[in-house]
């Protein structure tokens, strides 16, 4: 386990974020556009890790609903899951990295 996955917490590792998603959790790539525009896991919208907890509620008000997020290496998408639930999103979970989650779902990508 890496440096960042140690200290952001590295992913999904008890989470089957691919169930979370096939029933229904908001799927968000917490990377920047420029890297989202250039490949992205199906059905993920884009929310930057840093303005994630200023502008999730245009995608959900519902702070029931599972959310999965995921980045590059899992560090910004777990900086975005703390803001998330700091937010009071408590169903918020780490997706882990990019390449992680697609193999976990068969690797869906669009972009």
Same mark, same amino acid.
């Given at each position: 386990?890496?440096?960042?996955?140690?200290?952001?917490?590295?992913?999904?590792?008890?989470?089957?974020?691919?169930?979370?998603?096939?029933?229904?959790?908001?799927?968000?790539? &917490?990377?920047?556009?420029?890297?989202? +525009? *250039? #490949?992205?896991?199906?059905? /993920? @919208?884009?929310?930057?890790?840093?303005?994630?907890?200023?502008?999730?509620?245009?995608?959900?008000?519902?702070?029931?609903? &599972?959310?999965?997020?995921?980045?590059? +290496? *899992? #560090?910004?998408?777990?900086? /975005? @899951?703390?803001?998330?639930?700091?937010?009071?999103?408590?169903?918020?979970?780490?997706?882990?990295?990019?390449?992680?989650?697609?193999?976990?779902?068969?690797?869906? +990508?669009? #972009?």
């Amino acid at each position: 386990m890496g440096f960042l996955s140690k200290l952001f917490g590295g992913g999904a590792n008890n989470v089957d974020a691919g169930k979370l998603i096939k029933d229904g959790a908001l799927l968000i790539d &917490a990377r920047s556009p420029q890297e989202f +525009s *250039g #490949g992205h896991i199906e059905g /993920a @919208v884009n929310i930057p890790h840093n303005v994630i907890a200023r502008i999730i509620h245009t995608k959900t008000s519902d702070k029931k609903r &599972a959310i999965v997020v995921y980045c590059q +290496s *899992g #560090g910004r998408s777990a900086m /975005a @899951v703390t803001a998330l639930k700091r937010a009071g999103y408590a169903l918020a979970e780490n997706g882990g990295t990019i390449d992680a989650l697609r193999r976990q779902l068969g690797n869906p +990508s669009h #972009g």
